[in-house]
């Protein structure tokens, strides 16, 4: 079956580590996309990528930082420099017209112990 | 840039009640507009998208939600709520930037279902 698989669903992070979230897709989607949910705030968005070797900062790019090495893989760094971290992120991938609907893993829980 | 709006972040009715989950939205241009609903600690998933056309749209699990240009709105609606329903919900607008699209999601409703 296709979709958007992200792994782990629960992560730890001691301060001052980097963690890495993987996130794979099998739709051949081009577009790929990560957010950060915290309650009450919706889904903020921290990188795109439209295509392979490119991606761009989302609105809270500060302490994160991606790749985009191949079209079914967008792994998601969350780096010492990341002062609140703790979170529920969620990847998504589309086609790159803005009139298909994304499509979401069931998210990684990130908790900073 | 584009942005939406959901008023009010947490609404309740009652099993068999009208469900009206409100969306307004902020473009120039005729935007791409979505709704998504999520259950606890899981992704979103997508309950019905407005493109171009027909103006109400239908989606899964009975809701649909109609696109009213005049008054820049997308609001959800469901005839009668089954406590299934209970989850959060997402409004979300379709972002053409510099040639990229992006998504931007409302901040959600929670609704509740009371038996």
């Known amino acids: 079956d296709g979709g958007i698989t992200q792994s782990p669903k629960y992560l730890f992070r001691k301060e001052g580590q980097n963690v890495t979230l993987s996130c794979e897709q099998n739709?051949?989607?081009?577009?790929m996309y990560w957010y950060r949910q915290d309650p009450g705030q919706g889904l903020r968005l921290i990188y795109y990528?439209?295509?392979?070797?490119?991606?761009q900062k989302g609105d809270i790019a500060e302490g994160y930082s991606v790749s985009r090495e191949k079209k079914e893989s967008f792994p998601l760094t969350v780096t010492s420099a990341q002062k609140n971290p703790t979170a529920f992120y969620l990847c998504?991938?589309?086609?790159?017209?803005?009139?298909?609907?994304?499509?979401f893993g069931q998210g990684t829980r990130l908790t900073v112990v | 840039a584009q942005s939406v709006t959901q008023l009010g972040s947490h609404v309740s009715v009652s099993e068999g009640a009208l469900v009206l989950l409100r969306c307004n939205y902020s473009s120039s241009v005729p935007p791409y507009l979505f709704w998504y609903v999520q259950y606890p600690n899981q992704g979103l998933q997508l309950l019905l998208k407005y493109t171009t056309g027909a103006t109400l749209v239908k989606g899964i699990n009975g809701f649909e939600a109609e696109f009213k240009k005049s008054e820049t709105s997308f609001h959800l609606t469901k005839p009668s709520a089954h406590m299934s329903d209970a989850a959060e919900y997402f409004c979300?607008?379709?972002?053409?930037?510099?040639?990229?699209?992006?998504?931007?999601f409302g901040t959600g409703t929670r609704l509740k279902v009371l038996a």
């Open positions: 990528s439209q295509i392979v070797n490119d991606f």
């Open positions: 979300a607008v379709s972002d053409r930037t510099s040639g990229t699209y992006k998504y931007i």
């Open positions: 998504a991938s589309t086609q790159s017209a803005g009139w298909t609907e994304a499509f």
């Open positions: 739709l051949n989607h081009d577009a």
